[in-house]
């Protein structure tokens, strides 16, 4: 088995144990997905299957079954085929999937129109992805149907479930493992941003910015872990920017969103430093602002709070903020009341992370918002959006500023996963300005 393997399986065992006796799981990796007539995009497993397989090629399906208390994991997948891998390189093949990644058994992808439906037959009860992955549904409905008519019509399965709900409370809550392939994603993702301030300077455009952390990214083995933003000047103020193609401009800000994915994991870290190294006096006060409602958010990020407490912290702060230096104006019970911070700051302080970057995980239990746990992860990002036509003051306008760091929960302080990334506003110009 390879190294770590066992967490797998485990995983697999404890799934297990939340489903019903004589049931089965079964579910589907990602497709290979075209890019551009015969050229496809680079290929990356389900999250949910990887979490419980680690398996990473395509054209595979999971089955566990637990019947009479007994558990087992069977895994479709391709044959090696020695044709196909002289083009496209090595494939597990059933024999080395049993053997590596810890199945009870592995059986040829080809087969499993034959072989599903003999072991469905005496199962009652099946769990499947009714998400992302529905498209096996029609496939379950075959398999299911091609035994009620054999004469073992009886012992087709009657109940089916989604199986999301389970799979996904288990990935809300990191293990050791996991925990230490985030660690490596922010280290890598902090170094890149690090790189990138180093080499900013007026005259680049956006996307030559860009290139230096993404090559940071893959200098350590990463890769991106989404779709970067690198907003200049009022391009900060959009919140999913992603043309990246302006030119940088003396005096402005940059506003830089970026995370890679090392091991499966994502890291999402946000910084903002002027181009020519020196803050302005108001873009100073918007940094120190949105600084501040980071600091506070992130301290609420314990067991004991509700994820919806750092959100409410970096309100209080903002919209407080917001109202002395004057782009709010009234009582300040009163704007809290209204949300009239969302003009300026109009997305929520965080989200799960995890193997996305929007991580599974339900946010309320029946309305509520849930109780942080020991092992959750979840970005803390405030930020201040001035657009060009806001009817903030001139000297205000086109400056957006966030800041986001990746936390982890625990039961004593919060642990910042992405704290080598410079964020202190003398930190940042001393970077930049003795690069």
Known sequence: MIKNSEIFLQRRERLAKKIKDDSCIILGTNPLQARSKDTDFTFRPDSDFYYLTGYKSPYAVLMIIKSKGVFKSILFCEERDAFKEM????????????????????????????????????????????????????????????????????????????????????????????????????????????????????????????????????????????????????????????????????????????????????????????????????QREIYELVYEANTVAIKKVVVGNVWSDPHEAAVKVITKGLKEIGLLKGPLAKLLKQGAHSEFFMHKTGHWLGLDVHDVGEYFDKGTPRPFKQGMVTTIEPGIYINKTSSAPKVFRGIGVRLEDDVLVTRSSPQVLSHLAPILLSEVESLINTS
């Not at 075959?142 to 019509?153: L, P």
């Not at 493992?177 to 180093?198: F, G, L, P, R, V």
């Not at 900060?236 to 992603?242: E, F, G, S, V, W």
Request: aromatic share 12%.
């Open 87 to 282: 083009w496209d390189g090595a494939i597990v093949g059933t024999k080395r999937a049993k053997t590596i990644y810890g199945f009870s058994n592995a059986i040829d992808i080809k087969s499993i129109d034959k072989e599903m439906p003999k072991l469905l037959a005496g199962l009652r009860h099946v769990y499947f992805s009714m998400g992302s992955l529905s498209k096996l549904m029609p496939r379950i409905s075959e398999w299911n149907e091609r035994v009620s008519r054999t004469r073992y019509q009886s012992l087709s399965p009657r109940e089916f479930s989604d199986v999301d709900p389970l799979t996904h409370e288990m990935r809300i809550i990191k293990d050791a493992y996991e925990i230490a392939s985030m660690q490596k994603s922010a280290d890598i993702a902090a170094q890149a941003h690090i790189n990138a301030m180093k080499h900013c300077q007026p005259g680049m455009y956006e996307y030559q910015l860009e290139a230096e952390f993404l090559y940071e990214f893959k200098k350590y083995g990463a890769t991106a872990s989404y779709n970067s933003i690198v907003g200049s000047g009022s391009n900060a103020c959009i919140l999913h920017y992603r043309e990246n193609n302006c030119k940088l401009k003396s005096g402005d800000l940059v506003l830089i969103d970026a995370g890679c994915e090392y091991d499966m994991y994502a890291s999402d870290i946000t910084r903002t430093f002027p181009v020519s190294g020196i803050f302005s006096k108001y």
